[in-house]
């Protein structure tokens, strides 16, 4: 596993977590090999009881993965777009790129190969499906799944 904070980054993990980081701790983990957990300058906070296979979570903001969490298999979660869209910018010191915090409430499931970009909040409980790339927030109890993951349906509390 790699983690990597800058100087002003920071990455905190909390009792219970579990990080899986190689090909045999998760067999459906082709593809990428380790975990990776990269704060450039932003914060990544995560709760207690959160699962993570072979995944990258990428911060120049801010990330928070909230208590019971499940993070599947080669997903990638990132609060930057690391690049500007515009080429003058990017020929200029790379200026004007878009950071958005990100919130994972708890108890999500995020399925293998999820994408997760900047400026969502993925609500209690939800499931995301795997493969899905999610571009906007999810409401609390809801399945989502695609690209770009749509709504699928909302799920009965006990």
Known sequence: MRISSSTFGKIRIGKGTTIN???YSNKAGGGQKKTSLIAEGGEISIGKNVG???STIYSRKNIII???????????IYDTDFHS???EDRLNENINIIDKPVRIKSGAWIGGHSIILKGVTIGKNSVIGAGSIVTHDIPDNEVWAGN???YIKK???Y
């Open 21 to 23: 980081s190689c090909w």
């Open 52 to 54: 993570i296979s072979n």
């Open 66 to 76: 909230e208590d019971n969490v499940m993070v599947g298999v080669n997903c990638v």
């Open 85 to 87: 869209i515009y080429i």
């Open 148 to 150: 770009p993951a749509k």
């Open 155 to 157: 799920f009965k509390i």
